[in-house]
């Protein structure tokens, strides 16, 4: 491709919203271009890059048996009212109605298709195991798009769904993406690590999410560097301490005036936090058939400890949380800052599972500038639900071997879930087993946003000038240079290159060498190629990797065999990379 034809250009600054180092690259580097919040182009170079990771995807996917379909981005809404999904997804979906007033939906992954299609195409457990996948546009309208590629709202997914007759294939398929996976990410240049995760919204019994450790990641993972363990904040066990016994102690009412704070309490009082029960209102939405409906919430936890809302809302099976507001607070007698469990009607009462094991704690008494003193769960208060809601924190005990856990930011890359029949007994996905009974199909989902690892692979492959493309990925192997003195030795080295089969980027521009150097750092190909009055005076064409600062002088006539062995050595590079990853629960 020459330069001089491209469409989409550099650009010296960085858009003024482009907070980290992946989103301003691409940008500058013109392999990018929004369009609106969360919704951007991908340019020559990015389209490119992009087809690379696909095309390392679909090389992954065809190893473990995997077959290329194709789904629509439009659903009938009829599909995912029959899983309940429509009803259990707020406005991060996208619905409409087509001109015939029926409702319809944009794709925020396929599930539903694909289990409609199953359960149309399977018969006979002579048909199991199945996998199918494909590359599709998905639309998630998130409220708070960031960072370029890393958080969009229209993106694209390679989604692949294993069939299964039992849970053993079921089993088998997982380990096989979770290998392959790291095979993917491994080969685009993204170190990655796998952690427990939540089901989230897909359901199912298990899911690992894939994460790329970057200080821009919104997720908070709990790491132990002692036995391995690795989770996601939002469902990360850790081992809580166990309180000494005492003998229950009267309860007492106590004045605490303007203390509103467990940091003020146990100030106040002199005594720990974990000393105090810290109340958490929120407000819960559950979906009841068709209804939505909306309950207040009082969570209890440690007070040196925080509630953890994923964990929460999966206790409740809530379909949301949201702070409660004052109002909604003040209708059930509870006064914010001194709120107790303690007498408390209309909420639903969740307390964290270390609750009842801690003995006369402070609580509030539902009156300003009151508190009470030896509050103890089960002769003061009942709670509908027990259960582990707190957050795991930097230095919390790993829930294997109780060493201290560390804390890391990590942006997901890629996550795999066991759905199970979560799917196939809602729609009716069914097959005649060995003896002609019918069973439900088992299935996994297994995504990868292919936006996201291009951002991730800026990310990580990066320096003071631009990016760094590993050759896996790279739009262009090669980037040429013509500077003055050099343009026909240029044109002839070019077409040299492509009759080869390499992949060249020609800058041809009439720009000055200042500008063509500085732009293919930004841009980042692998191998850099100078042809100009200078290097062919010193016996040839300046030779140069990106990644080294060394350069040298090539031969003319050798050139092209030396670009060949380079590319072919940087690639087997990439080949070492991947390895066997013992799988983890």
Known sequence: ?????????????????????????????????????????????GWRAITKIEDIMREEMNAIGGQEIYMPVVHPADLWMETGRWYQIGDEMSRFHDRKGHDMVLAMTHEEVVTDLARREVQSYKQLPMLVYHIQTKWRDDPRPRAGLIRVREFTMKDSYSLDADEAGLDQQYRAHYQAYFNIFNRCGVPAVAVGSDVGMMGGSLAHEYMYLCAAGEDTLLLCDSCGYRANRQIALFQKPTPEKEELATMEKIATPNVATIEGLANFLNVPKARTAKAVFLTATFTEGE???????????????????????????????????????????????????????????????????????????????????????????????????????????????????????????????????????????????EKGKEQPVIMGSYGIGSGRLLACAAEENHDDKGLVWPISVAPYQVHLLSLRGGQAQAETLYADLQATGLEVLFDDREESPGIKFNDADLIGMPIRLTVSERSLSEGGVEFKLRHEADKRIVALQDVVAEVLATRDALLAEIAQKVVTVPFEE
């Open 291 to 433: 209804q939505e409906v909306q309950k207040l919430v009082f969570s209890v936890v440690r007070g040196d400890m925080d509630v953890n809302e994923t964990k929460l809302a999966n206790a409740l099976r809530a379909k949301e949380l949201r702070a409660a507001h004052a109002e909604e607070i003040a209708a059930i007698g509870a006064v914010a800052g001194y709120a107790s469990p303690v007498g408390l009607k209309g909420a639903i009462v969740v307390v964290d599972d270390l609750i009842p094991l801690s003995p006369n704690l402070v609580a509030g008494a539902n009156e300003a500038g009151y508190h009470y003193t030896n509050v103890n769960y089960g002769r003061d208060y009942q709670a509908e639900i027990v259960a582990d809601i707190a957050s795991a924190e930097e230095g919390s005990g790993c829930p294997r071997c109780g060493q201290p856990m560390r804390t890391s930011r990590g942006v997901e890359v890629g996550n795999i879930f066991k759905l199970g029949t979560r799917y196939s007994a809602a729609l009716g996905a069914t097959f005649l087993d």
């Open 1 to 45: 491709m020459k330069m001089s034809h491209m469409f989409g250009g550099t650009l010296r600054q960085a858009p003024t919203d482009a907070e980290i180092a992946s989103h301003q690259l691409l940008v500058r580097a013109g392999f990018i271009r929004q369009l609106g919040t969360g919704i951007y182009s991908l340019m020559p170079l």
